[in-house]
C-alpha cells in the first residue's frame, strides 16, 4: 500500500490549511466535560452564569481534541501528525452554539542534523468560530519525513 499524503519535500513555510467544520452543543461539552474535566463550568449551564467564564464553557481540553480531530482532516501529513511538543493557549472560551474550524499554517521547517530524512515542522494552529474569533492558539512542533531516504 503506498502512503498518501504530504512528505517533507512538498511542505513549504507559509503552507496553510484549513479544515472542515465541527458543530459544538451543550450536549457534547457536558458528555466531555462529565468524563474528563468535571468543573461545574463546564457541566452546569445554571451554575456556570457565577463562574469567571458567565455561562457554560468548554473545557479547554474538549477543545484540544476537536483541534486534534480538525488538524488529523486537514493536515495531510503523511505518516499521520505526530507531535514532538507545543504550546497551547486558550484567549476566549468556547461556547455551547460555537462552530469550530482550523487554520493551520507552516512557520518554520527545521531539519534533522542527525536523521537527514526528517525534520520538525512548527506549524500554527488557530481554533475559530463563527465569527473568526480565536478560541485556541497551538504551535506545534510535527515530525515530518521525507519519501524515500536519499
Known amino acids: 500500500m503506498v502512503e498518501q499524503g504530504l512528505y517533507l519535500d512538498d511542505l513549504k513555510v507559509g503552507d496553510t490549511f484549513i479544515s472542515e467544520k465541527y458543530y459544538l452543543s451543550t450536549e457534547k461539552i457536558k458528555s466531555y466535560a462529565l468524563e474528563f474535566d468535571p468543573q461545574v463550568f463546564h457541566c452546569d449551564e445554571n451554575l456556570a452564569e457565577d463562574t469567571f467564564f458567565k455561562g457554560l464553557a468548554a473545557s479547554g481540553w474538549h477543545t484540544a481534541s476537536i483541534t486534534m480531530k480538525l488538524l488529523t482532516e486537514s493536515?495531510?501529513?503523511?505518516?499521520g501528525v505526530i507531535g514532538a511538543g507545543g504550546e497551547i493557549n486558550w484567549p476566549r472560551p468556547t461556547r455551547p452554539t460555537d462552530v469550530l474550524y482550523v487554520?493551520?499554517?507552516i512557520k518554520e521547517i527545521k531539519p534533522s542534523k542527525s536523521k537527514p530524512n526528517q525534520a520538525l515542522v512548527v506549524v500554527e494552529s488557530e481554533?475559530?468560530?463563527?465569527?473568526n474569533e480565536v478560541c485556541q492558539k497551538l504551535t506545534a512542533k510535527l515530525?515530518?519525513?521525507k519519501e524515500s531516504e536519499d
Request: net charge positive; proline share 6%.
Open 75 to 79: 493536515l495531510p501529513f503523511a505518516h
Open 103 to 105: 487554520k493551520s499554517i
Open 127 to 131: 481554533t475559530l468560530n463563527q465569527h
Open 143 to 145: 515530525l515530518s519525513f
